[in-house]
């Protein structure tokens, strides 16, 4: 007998990929449990199903930076507080990140992959439901418009957002006059594919091709070495209403006189809409 949760809760992260560097993404998490009915002729209650889990992604993955630790291309080095993770990037550039270990899941396999974090996953989970087999598989929104992966961090942000490293998939929808522009929702999801969107203050250091960006919040201090042509840098804080009016008003002033409407989505089902006219 199987029980199963499909939605059971989306997690925001970013990861690191020798490919395509520091990656922004959105799963859904869904789940399975086997085993045998209990007197009350269940597996395991619904409730404590939806609850354990839920808590367990929240902690570990969701908002966290996911760092394959078997991958040639990263090495990690661990202080009592901190978490400081090198990679060597094949096309983009190597990138380092410092934070707080609570910033940081590092996981035992040599790429992120949604099966190989699901697998990894379950080993982890199995000691809470001892009579019951778990079975965790993750699954990606179906977009049929334009999208883009990107990362970023908060630093005024009370919760997790302030990590230097967290990220999302995302869908973008603009209008022109009312009009849905498709052509403009591909440029900007193809100029922001795998883009970290960052703080301009919150640049301190400039060598050659490489950008530095620090800060110290609630949980720590973040610090993030990356390549200039991996990153988008803005005047304001990269909240997603920031990141929607930006759009608006850069696309406002290659359209003077049309009102441009813009709806940024923050991985699934949330983001904010700005509109500018010039």
């Known amino acids: 007998m199987r029980l199963f949760v499909d939605n059971l809760t989306n997690i925001d ?41 839920r808590q367990w992604l929240d902690q570990h993955l969701d908002h966290s930076l996911l760092v394959p630790t078997l991958s040639q291309a990263v090495s990690v080095n661990e202080s009592k507080q901190q978490t400081s993770v090198q990679l ?7 990138l380092e990140i410092e934070s ?9 396999v040599p790429s992120i992959t949604a099966d190989s974090v699901a697998k990894w996953c379950e080993k982890e989970l199995a000691h809470m439901f001892p009579t ?3 079975t965790l598989s993750f699954s990606s929104e179906e977009i049929h418009s334009p999208y883009y992966h990107y990362s970023h961090g908060l630093k005024k942000h009370g919760g997790d957002c302030q ?3 967290h990220g999302h998939r995302s869908k973008i929808l603009i209008w022109r006059d009312g009009t849905l522009s498709k052509e403009l929702m591909e440029e900007w999801a193809s100029k922001w594919a795998d883009i970290y969107i960052a703080t301009k203050e919150d640049c301190v250091a400039e060598a050659g091709d490489t950008l530095t960006f620090r800060y110290r919040s609630s949980q720590g201090h973040f610090n993030l070495s990356i390549p200039r042509t991996s990153c988008y840098i803005i005047d304001t804080d990269s909240t997603i209403e920031y990141i929607a009016q930006h759009l608006a008003h850069r ?5 003077p006189g049309e009102k441009i409407t813009v709806k940024a989505f923050e991985g699934i089902g949330k983001g904010a809409i700005a509109e500018s006219t010039t």
Do not use: H
Not at 88 to 93: A, D, M, Q, S, T
Not at 251 to 255: F, G, L, P, R
């Open 13 to 53: 992260f970013s990861y690191l990929c020798p490919q395509r560097g520091l990656v922004g993404e959105t799963w859904l998490a869904n789940i399975e449990l086997t085993g045998e009915l209990d007197q009350q002729g269940m597996i395991c209650d619904f409730g404590v199903v939806k609850k354990q889990v």
């Open 88 to 94: 060597k990037g094949e096309n983009k550039g190597n």
């Open 100 to 108: 707080p270990r609570s910033a940081v899941c590092l996981i035992d």
């Open 132 to 134: 019951a087999q778990i």
């Open 163 to 165: 990590r230097i490293a």
């Open 251 to 255: 696309i406002s002033a290659d359209y």
